[in-house]
């Protein structure tokens, strides 16, 4: 039976002047991004899945729980599906972290993949982390379906799954999957609320869809 995952990004925040870091720490979604997930909730309304899950972070429970909506489903938190910790820098805008951490930044942009900000983590260290809740998660889809309806599967013997997670995390989680390397996770698009669908089924997974907004194409099933 094949996969088909849903990998969304949570709406958008309310937005920092100047920007800061935002990693694990709690930010609510803005009115704008509600919507942007309501959006979703339409466009889903002919799709059945046959899990979900999120971050535990606030900004995607609550993007997981508007896309639901109506359903009788709720999405799983999984710590491991966090955003990248940036441990002291989170909240800092880039003046400050300048400023108090003098070349780091620039460190940081010469090793975007190996770098710890202090006290966080890499993307080395979020792509293992998340790459194993991934795999956990697949492995609990996988199971599921002899005891689903028939109407979670589309296509042939084809179950949908829902994941809502960050920015950070889907790049890492769709590098890792294509064997892409992780140095080039800022070449992928991921903007607030947009949707990449990934099919796992004989053979290697397959991106069919990348930051895609919704209402811009017409639902892959």
């Not at 109506?70 to 491991?80: E, S």
């Not at 309806?149 to 989680?173: M, Q, T």
């Not at 607030?192 to 194409?217: I, S, T, Y």
Request: aromatic content about 6%; hydrophobic content about 40%; overall charge neutral.
């Amino acid at each position: 039976m094949g996969l088909t995952v849903h990998l969304l990004r949570h709406g958008k925040t309310a937005r920092e002047e100047p920007w800061r870091f935002l990693g694990q720490r709690d930010a609510p979604l803005s009115d704008a991004g509600r919507e942007q997930m309501r959006r979703w909730r339409d466009e889903f309304s002919c799709l059945d899945f046959a899990g979900a899950w999120c971050s535990d972070l606030a900004r995607c429970r609550e993007s997981a729980e508007l896309v639901l909506a109506g359903r009788g489903l709720a999405a799983t938190p999984v710590p491991g599906l966090r955003e990248i910790s940036l441990g002291e820098w989170d909240g800092l805008s880039v003046e400050e972290v300048r400023r108090g951490y003098p070349g780091l930044y620039e460190a940081r942009g010469a090793d975007i993949a190996g770098f710890r900000p202090p006290g966080g983590e890499s993307f080395e260290d979020l792509a293992l982390r998340a790459g194993q809740a991934l795999a956990d998660i697949l492995r609990e889809a996988a199971a599921r379906p002899a005891g689903c309806p028939e109407d979670v599967r589309s296509g042939a013997g084809n179950a949908n799954i829902l994941l809502v997670a960050h920015a950070g995390v889907n790049r890492a989680l769709i590098c890792g999957l294509l064997g892409l390397p992780l140095g080039r996770l800022f070449n992928l698009g991921q903007d607030h609320g947009c949707l990449n669908v990934l099919r796992f089924g004989h053979g290697e997974p397959v991106l069919h869809a990348l930051n895609r907004r919704a209402g811009c194409e017409r639902r892959a099933t």
